[in-house]
């Protein structure tokens, strides 16, 4: 199955060999979009672009390391595009910033 339009909160869309995420990703609709996610296979280009992402908090975080895990699980790489400046800042601050960043 594969997501072609964006959830009134915010999802992950499929556009060719990657994905774009637009919305909200918050602990309020995190477990649904990640619950979708699982059903879409990663994109072939290993790329994810978080350039619609708004707005965001810690679960947004956590998606992004499901997202790394799953990946590692399958033998892909996986790259992420545009993550907001605050989510990478806040992902020094809990320390978390190599896994996130995939380094």
Not at 77 to 101: M, W
Request: charged share 20%; net charge negative; proline share 6%.
């Amino acid at each position: 199955m594969t997501h072609t339009g964006t959830p009134p909160t915010g999802g992950f869309m499929a556009l060719g060999d990657l994905w774009r995420y637009e919305g909200a990703l918050t602990l309020d609709n995190a477990a649904t979009v990640m619950a979708i996610a699982d059903t879409m296979p990663l994109p072939s280009s290993g790329r994810i672009d978080f350039g619609g992402l708004a707005p965001a908090d810690s679960a947004a975080l956590a998606a992004v390391m499901a997202l790394r895990r799953r990946a590692a699980a399958e033998g892909r790489a996986l790259r992420i595009d545009n993550l907001p400046a605050a989510l990478e800042s806040l992902a020094v601050v809990y320390g978390v910033d190599e896994l996130v960043r995939g380094g």
